[in-house]
């Protein structure tokens, strides 16, 4: 029994970012937790991009997206000044799980600085529900921003 997922999205979205003097640490390189601010700073223009907004989605629709999952390699300083591009692939939209990679490059040499995945669940609490909310369906409007349309759901997690 395998499992049905869409195909990840064919383009990559980049936005270039500024590295802030607040985003470093003493020694003028980024602080290691910044990069998934900035991958998060991606992460809204391209939902933005593609025609919605994670408020939207929240207050709309009732979701919440919790991430269940990030991971990270390091692989060049980037330092106060710079300008980092940050590129966005949908690498897999499961029944319960969107999965992003990303890639950050410093603009002025191209060279990878950071590289990594996250992953997130879709939730609707329930008004007035205790415990620990569940990971529903990707709903057919959430897949679509991601590329998936609505053949995005399918039986895995």
């Known amino acids: 029994m395998g499992?049905?997922?869409?195909?990840?999205?064919?383009a990559d979205f980049s936005v270039e970012l500024p590295v802030r003097w607040a985003d470093c640490d003493?020694?003028?390189v980024v602080f290691y937790p910044n990069y998934f601010a900035?991958?998060?700073d991606a992460l809204r223009a391209f939902v933005e991009h593609r025609g919605t907004s994670w408020t939207r989605l929240m207050e709309g629709q009732g979701l919440f997206f919790p991430r269940v999952e990030a991971q990270a390699r390091y692989l060049a300083p980037a330092s106060y000044d710079d300008r980092i591009r940050v590129s966005l692939r949908v690498q897999?939209?499961?029944r319960k799980i969107l999965t992003m990679g990303w890639v950050m490059?410093?603009?002025h040499?191209?060279?990878v600085v950071a590289e990594g995945h996250v992953?997130?669940?879709?939730i609707r609490p329930e008004p007035g529900a205790t415990g620990d909310p569940r990971a529903i369906e990707v709903p057919p409007e959430v897949a679509a921003i991601f590329?998936?349309?609505e053949s995005a759901t399918g039986r895995g997690q």
């Open 3 to 10: 499992t049905d997922r869409a195909a990840p999205a064919t």
């Open 26 to 28: 003493p020694a003028r």
């Open 38 to 40: 900035y991958f998060e």
């Open 92 to 94: 897999e939209v499961t």
């Open 105 to 107: 490059r410093r603009c």
């Open 109 to 111: 040499d191209e060279r």
């Open 119 to 122: 992953k997130f669940a879709v």
């Open 147 to 149: 590329g998936g349309g």
